[in-house]
């Protein structure tokens, strides 16, 4: 194309050099034609008369011709200046039209790069808000149209949602089936998400499992109510993959503009706490925002970072709860759990402070924590040279899907000079159940430095009892929730019985929580359940309290009294526990 317009160029200034020349030169050659023409007829008539002079007058005639000759070479200078002047006129040309065409290549390849420049940059920025693995437009995109979209919604008085979606335990399919049907599964639900709303809303993918749809010109909540119903029900249907059917269950926040923000930034953090309590309620839901959820939040966050100055600011100890072996009622273990008295004295409950630890992420800070705590307070134990029993430590998810879980455990017992295998672990059955193949390898480093490792508040997952096959599991924690009823309940005793079964046929011990009463125990020991912890025996207590027990303990079996095992005794070192 360049070379195209360099050739026409060129020609258009040879063509422009010639016919400047040649205009140059008839322009000139016509206006000294005319003096010429006028000057030959003088010349002739100077001719004549030099012919007659010379007749008249011999001698003059040679005179007359040296002044033609001389006229005559003046004439042919005048001609070739006409020549030079009409070359140097076309050279001229030449030069300037030659600096032209340069000029104007060199200024069209500038614009045409430019234009490429200008296209790339837009392919680009094409690019860049298109999500690569979906094709949908990306948070960059959203940014981008968001505030366009707001402003129309002010112009027209009309409701504005924004959804935030989020699929429910999508890293379980990655897990276990790999990034790659992650990615067609993720694929095929954006998709569906994309079929399931009007073709004016905007439909983004913000990054792995999380999408926003932004629904425009909404008369009224009913209607938001129901575009979320749908989303719902189309995300949930089963999808067939690779001859599999899997399926995804999305969670859904929702703000809408103007109830809950004029900003995109209020909407997407609202709509976002929105999701959030959605999934804590159970997920698979859809929740409006309200401004009660701020409030909640707001309180969650203060709480959040009062919890991670709490262990240096030593806010943080810990309790230990005994077990007793529900035949001889001797005390076979404790459980340490942790408890949190703020600078102010107020005593907040594990209930309220460990959920928030296990979402900031504290909990592995904690865990550690406790777990030096236990090491340390055994050494102590063990340096009173009372008898030992192990103590169980509450292990959360997010604890054992560190790398060198077991590692770190050997070290701390190590550094306290305990043996590991006075440690228990309890994981919940929810826990449990989430193992994947590197979680499973610490259980079993865990149980090879010698620990056991306990399910804790088994019977509350409401989940298939398969992962208790693949579990390197020494026992089974009955819920407090079936003990509780369990001799008022038929169901819930049948429940408890059924644990026990399960619990035997695999050669796990049975450890039942939240024994109150005394009917309580005796119907587990009929049922066959070996251990129990709960207020009947002991609440949880300081570690003072647990070494006046192991003291008892440590007397009674040098006394070797035999113990009645007659349940309506008090267990062994029961009053010295429960009386402060
Ligand atoms: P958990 O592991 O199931 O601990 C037993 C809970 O039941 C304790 O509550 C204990 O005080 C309570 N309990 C014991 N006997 C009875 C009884 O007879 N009746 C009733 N109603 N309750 C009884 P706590 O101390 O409030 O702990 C609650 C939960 O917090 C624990 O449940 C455990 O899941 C978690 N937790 C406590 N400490 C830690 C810790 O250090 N790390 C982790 N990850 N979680 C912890
Ligand atoms: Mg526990
Ligand atoms: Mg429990």
């Given at each position: 194309?360049r070379?195209?317009?360099?050739?026409?160029?060129c020609?258009?200034?040879?063509?422009l050099?010639?016919?400047?020349?040649?205009?140059t030169?008839?322009?000139?050659?016509?206006?000294?034609d005319?003096?010429?023409?006028e000057?030959?007829?003088?010349?002739?008539?100077?001719?004549?008369?030099?012919?007659?002079?010379s007749?008249?007058?011999?001698?003059?005639?040679?005179?007359?011709?040296?002044?033609?000759?001389?006229?005559?070479?003046?004439?042919a200078?005048?001609?070739?200046?006409?020549?030079?002047?009409?070359?140097?006129?076309?050279?001229?040309?030449?030069?300037?039209?030659?600096?032209?065409a340069?000029?104007?290549?060199?200024?069209?390849?500038?614009?045409?790069?430019?234009?490429?420049?200008?296209?790339?940059?837009?392919?680009?920025?094409r690019?860049?808000r298109?999500?690569?693995?979906?094709?949908?437009?990306?948070?960059?995109?959203?940014?981008?149209?968001?505030?366009?979209?707001?402003?129309?919604?002010?112009?027209?008085?009309?409701?504005?949602a924004?959804l935030?979606?989020?699929?429910?335990?999508f890293?379980?399919?990655?897990?276990?089936?790999?990034?790659?049907?992650?990615?067609?599964?993720?694929?095929f639900i954006?998709?569906?998400?994309r079929?399931?709303?009007a073709?004016?809303?905007?439909v983004?993918?913000?990054?792995?499992?999380?999408?926003?749809?932004?629904?425009?010109?909404?008369?009224?909540?009913?209607?938001?109510?129901?575009?979320?119903?749908?989303?719902?029900?189309?995300?949930?249907?089963?999808?067939?993959?690779?001859?599999m059917?899997?399926?995804?269950?999305?969670?859904?926040?929702?703000?809408?503009?103007?109830?809950?923000?004029?900003t995109?930034?209020?909407?997407?953090?609202?709509?976002?706490?929105?999701?959030?309590?959605?999934?804590?309620?159970?997920?698979?839901?859809?929740?409006f925002?309200?401004?009660?959820?701020?409030?909640?939040?707001?309180e969650?966050?203060?709480?959040?970072a009062?919890?991670?100055?709490?262990?240096?600011?030593?806010?943080?100890?810990?309790?230990y709860?005994?077990?007793?072996?529900?035949?001889?009622?001797?005390?076979?273990?404790?459980?340490?759990?942790?408890?949190w008295?703020?600078?102010?004295g107020?005593?907040?409950?594990?209930s309220r402070f460990?959920?928030?630890a296990?979402?900031?992420?504290?909990?592995?800070?904690?865990?550690?924590?406790?777990l030096?705590?236990?090491?340390?307070?055994l050494?102590?134990?063990?340096?009173?040279?009372?008898?030992l029993?192990?103590?169980?430590?509450?292990?959360?998810?997010?604890?054992?899907?560190?790398?060198?879980?077991?590692?770190?455990?050997?070290?701390?017992?190590?550094?306290?000079?305990?043996?590991?295998?006075?440690?228990?672990?309890?994981?919940?059955?929810?826990?449990?159940?989430?193992?994947?193949?590197?979680?499973?390898?610490?259980?079993?480093?865990?149980?090879?430095?010698?620990?056991?490792?306990?399910?804790?508040?088994?019977?509350?997952g409401?989940?298939?009892?398969s992962?208790?096959?693949?579990?390197?599991?020494d026992?089974?924690?009955?819920d407090?929730?079936?003990?509780?009823?369990?001799?008022?309940?038929a169901?819930?005793?049948?429940?408890?019985?059924?644990?026990?079964?399960?619990?035997?046929?695999?050669?796990?011990?049975?450890?039942?929580?939240?024994?109150?009463?005394?009917?309580?125990?005796?119907?587990?020991?009929?049922?066959?359940?070996?251990?129990?912890?709960?207020?009947?025996?002991s609440?949880?207590?300081?570690?003072?309290?647990?070494?006046?027990?192991?003291?008892?303990l440590?007397?009674?079996?040098?006394?070797?009294t035999?113990q009645?095992?007659?349940?309506?005794?008090?267990?062994?070192?029961?009053?010295?526990?429960?009386?402060?």
């Amino acid at each position: 194309m360049r070379t195209k317009i360099l050739v026409t160029t060129c020609l258009g200034a040879i063509v422009l050099t010639v016919g400047v020349f040649f205009v140059t030169h008839a322009v000139l050659a016509r206006a000294f034609d005319r003096v010429q023409t006028e000057n030959l007829r003088r010349n002739d008539e100077i001719a004549r008369l030099a012919l007659e002079l010379s007749r008249v007058q011999p001698g003059t005639s040679p005179q007359l011709q040296d002044g033609l000759a001389e006229y005559r070479a003046t004439e042919a200078a005048r001609h070739t200046m006409i020549l030079v002047v009409a070359v140097l006129l076309g050279g001229f040309a030449l030069l300037t039209s030659a600096l032209v065409a340069i000029l104007s290549w060199s200024w069209r390849a500038s614009e045409s790069s430019q234009r490429q420049r200008l296209l790339q940059q837009r392919r680009m920025s094409r690019l860049a808000r298109r999500d690569v693995l979906t094709g949908l437009p990306n948070r960059f995109h959203l940014q981008r149209v968001l505030p366009r979209l707001l402003a129309r919604a002010e112009r027209d008085q009309g409701r504005l949602a924004l959804l935030c979606i989020d699929l429910d335990h999508f890293k379980n399919v990655n897990d276990s089936l790999g990034h790659g049907t992650g990615d067609r599964l993720l694929d095929f639900i954006a998709q569906r998400l994309r079929n399931s709303v009007a073709s004016h809303d905007v439909v983004v993918r913000m990054g792995g499992d999380e999408f926003v749809v932004v629904a425009t010109g909404l008369p009224s909540i009913a209607v938001i109510d129901s575009i979320a119903r749908r989303i719902r029900k189309e995300l949930s249907v089963p999808v067939e993959l690779d001859g599999m059917s899997l399926s995804v269950v999305p969670s859904i926040g929702i703000s809408v503009y103007p109830d809950d923000g004029t900003t995109q930034e209020q909407l997407l953090k609202h709509a976002g706490i929105a999701l959030h309590q959605a999934k804590e309620r159970g997920r698979s839901t859809h929740l409006f925002f309200t401004a009660e959820m701020n409030a909640r939040l707001s309180e969650r966050l203060s709480m959040e970072a009062a919890l991670r100055r709490a262990i240096d600011a030593g806010e943080l100890f810990v309790e230990y709860q005994p077990s007793f072996d529900l035949r001889t009622l001797r005390p076979v273990s404790f459980e340490a759990l942790v408890r949190w008295r703020t600078a102010e004295g107020a005593l907040i409950p594990p209930s309220r402070f460990i959920p928030i630890a296990e979402q900031s992420g504290a909990i592995v800070e904690i865990g550690e924590w406790v777990l030096k705590r236990v090491c340390e307070q055994l050494a102590a134990w063990q340096r009173l040279q009372v008898p030992l029993l192990p103590v169980s430590v509450n292990l959360s998810v997010r604890q054992f899907e560190q790398p060198g879980l077991a590692d770190t455990v050997a070290g701390i017992a190590g550094g306290a000079g305990i043996e590991p295998r006075l440690l228990y672990f309890e994981i919940t059955e929810t826990g449990a159940m989430q193992t994947s193949e590197q979680n499973l390898g610490a259980l079993h480093a865990l149980r090879n430095l010698g620990c056991r490792i306990l399910v804790d508040d088994f019977g509350t997952g409401y989940s298939s009892l398969s992962y208790l096959k693949h579990l390197p599991i020494d026992a089974l924690k009955i819920d407090r929730a079936f003990v509780r009823d369990m001799a008022a309940d038929a169901n819930d005793a049948a429940i408890v019985s059924a644990i026990v079964g399960i619990g035997r046929s695999l050669g796990l011990h049975l450890v039942a929580e939240g024994i109150e009463t005394l009917e309580q125990l005796e119907c587990l020991r009929t049922l066959g359940c070996t251990a129990g912890q709960g207020f009947f025996f002991s609440p949880p207590v300081a570690a003072d309290t647990c070494a006046g027990l192991l003291e008892r303990l440590h007397a009674e079996r040098l006394d070797e009294t035999p113990q009645s095992g007659h349940l309506g005794a008090t267990p062994p070192g029961f009053r010295a526990l429960a009386s402060p």
